[in-house]
């Protein structure tokens, strides 16, 4: 027997909730996400887990009316009430996450009607214009500096690191992703970079320390371009490395490489062919670029809870999708690898820092914020354990860039991994 | 001042060419390829270059209306007469077709409307249906595995050889492709793998020789299959591999891995999505697979010429378009690699090869013949020089698929290198 919306919510208005109708309505959650191992408690009821699955976490809810809204629109409805404290969850929340999104891909389920017509409502409002860009950018990374201090690693790296090995640490592995991505550009003393998406400026300054390139960063960040212009006075390297607060569409110049590293995510799809047409000004058909950004197996819309409370404006596209940054302009595609078990990794590092944090998040942004932050990292962890979410790094050149290597050994042989460990070694001027 | 199509050919029914209108019509080809380094000759005419350009090759063009079908449809046109004698090139023919490459892609310019109307004319009637694939596989495939052991390596490998140094021999770069792709593959000993379109057999029996796995490999190709079977027998691994003269769609059962090299070109992009499904009922999402095939950057039609003389049916997509076989199935793409200077070695290589064998050719086959498999081997030398074709290697796996190593490094370290140069001093029992 299955439920219509409209007898269900006749069900909502009545004035009691019997224990005979909470027997009969948390059933529903496991035909949504399918017989996953977890016990489901309605206020002070009996729990209930599926036949013949032995529960693993348990998820409380606190009443009728949110688990009604559970059933209608799952996602949104538990990242909702997850944060206002409508649900908890016993056990590590990425493992239950993980569970959860494992057991829906199994089941096959797609978004419900009112999260697709959510997602297209904040669509519009969001859109990445000039102007939106700007909005969307400043509610996500201009919380504070000192906010993403409590977390991220000494060089305020905010996208996935590389480990060369498992037990890396994070700052190891942040330090040898900004290595990874120069040795993928093959980058030679005196060249000049075009960074779209610069973040806290690590990676620019990587490149113009370790490279000896001249590098142009864009950001519309103001937190975040205040802080890497202060740490190139501080490296003194602002001869090598300029941090201009704009847009990527008002990049201009010529350059012999092109990087954008986690921008991606916040373009939007409808805005790929603007992204491919500013790489082709500014590097023409010699230059070479790298595209590192979150991806996914199959288009389809992102977490309209993330972009509600989290990341407005994002977008995370298919990697045919993400072609149309570069076929428009003729752009060879040499290299594309996946690191999605390396963003989990990550994430399990900033996830773990920002636990032992918790105390100061809530008492600087109480408890409903910090629950947000907290089932962001979570969620994104399972998504790149269970595959929902991808990382890639897209390596592209020019139908006239002539000096790409033979073969890929190049970027794992001793040498490369030596430079690296070496660049690992170097103490930030501002940890 | 430009020509009109019909203003050509009224000049074309004039009985008598003279000097005047030679003078006339010549320049316009560089209209069409851009200025490049060429001389041309029409008759016994003087010759004309390009202003300011100095001329690398002469290109001798018999009569007017050869001229006139070049100025129609460049590219059939070219092909046809460079076969049937009306056109000869002085110099080395994969140099100089590299040249006019160039200088049309410089040119920015498309097939003429001729060439776009028989192309979809031609893509008509060879259309891969069950049917059709097995007419048009014929007629290239199963020309004589004589004729193909005249150019190609001992073990008769007919795709994108692998060159762990631009100075290993062909030999040695096929054995290293072929094990190349098996620790792409992680191959663990006792597991299956599907190969569809197995040519001569050489990966399948390399695998199950070298990696202890069970192939079953499907090929409609009645000359490779008899001879993928022979050599199975030969080297005793007939408990190993199993060769099945069949289509890929007919392919049945459950397996571990899926590997297709250098069939994709002849799928056709209508036939993705049911490629897309015969691997997903065959490796569901445990499994992961290998997709190596000639692509190029952006969507256009394939050749015109190459359809007409050389690969009935054959279609090469961009990235964007093989996608197609992998997402509506959920595969993630794990790694893409262009291999496109492997691409024109090989093929220089082959050249070479058959340059040396031409007279067995030409006795065999007649002029024609080996003139247009030149002009193929040159142009296709052309193609992935200048980077009109691509050739890409996709790794994918399924949701499930668990085992995938941290990082790429293993594909390069000194063990698997070992394991290269050792593979790469077997000595098949046919040669």
């Not at 009969?24 to 206020?43: C, M």
């Not at 201009?142 to 305020?156: E, I, K, P, V």
């Not at 040898?176 to 550009?185: G, Q």
């Not at 490279?211 to 490296?235: P, T």
Request: glycine share 8%.
């Amino acid at each position: 027997m299955r439920m219509t919306h409209s007898s269900l919510t006749d069900h909502i208005d009545a004035p009691e909730s019997t224990p005979r109708l909470e027997k009969w309505l948390l059933p529903l959650i496991f035909r949504i996400v399918g017989p996953a191992p977890v016990r489901l408690v309605l206020g002070n009821g009996k729990g209930f887990s599926p036949p013949g699955v032995a529960p693993r976490f348990t998820m409380w809810i606190r009443d009728l009316r949110t688990l009604a809204e559970l059933l209608i629109d799952t996602e949104i409805a538990f990242g909702d009430a997850f944060v206002e404290g409508r649900i908890r969850v016993t056990g590590d929340l990425a493992d239950f996450l993980e569970v959860v999104y494992a057991s829906m891909g199994d089941a096959h389920r797609g978004p419900g009607w009112c999260s697709r017509a959510l997602s297209r409502w904040i669509g519009f409002w969001q859109a990445n214009t000039l102007e939106g860009s700007r909005h969307n950018i400043h509610s996500h990374y201009d919380l504070g500096n000192d906010f993403y201090r409590l977390w991220l690693d000494s060089q305020l790296v905010y996208t996935c690191a590389y480990f060369p090995s498992v037990s890396a640490t994070l700052e190891e592995a942040q330090t040898a992703k900004l290595d990874y991505v120069c040795r993928k550009l093959r980058l030679q003393p005196g060249e000049t970079v075009i960074e779209a998406g610069c973040g806290w400026g690590a990676l620019a300054l990587h490149m113009a320390r370790n490279y000896g390139v001249h590098v142009k960063a864009f950001n519309i960040s103001r937190e975040q371009i205040r802080y890497a212009r202060q740490r190139a006075d501080e490296e003194d390297l602002n001869d090598k490395v300029g941090f201009i607060e704009d847009d990527y569409r008002n990049v201009s110049g010529k350059f012999d490489a092109f990087v954008s590293v986690g921008m991606l995510e916040h373009v939007g799809a409808e805005n790929y062919p603007a992204l491919g047409s500013v790489i082709h000004r500014t590097i023409g058909d010699r230059g070479r670029g790298l595209l590192h950004f979150i991806g996914r197996t199959q288009q389809s819309q992102f977490s309209p809870w993330i972009r509600k409370r989290i990341f407005p404006g994002a977008y995370v596209p298919a990697l045919r999708e993400a072609m149309q940054v570069l076929e428009p302009f003729g752009y060879f595609v040499h290299d594309v690898e996946d690191l999605r078990p390396h963003y989990a990794r990550t994430l399990e590092h900033w996830l773990d820092r920002f636990d032992k944090s918790a105390s100061q998040v809530l008492s600087t942004y109480g408890a409903e914020f910090e629950r947000a932050w907290r089932l962001y990292l979570a969620g994104s962890i399972a998504g790149f354990r269970t595959g929902t979410l991808q990382l890639f790094q897209i390596h592209f050149a020019g139908s006239k860039y002539a000096p790409l290597p033979w073969t890929r050994a190049d970027l794992y042989t001793e040498s490369s991994q030596a430079r690296e460990s070496e660049a690992a070694e170097w103490i930030p001027a501002t940890s």
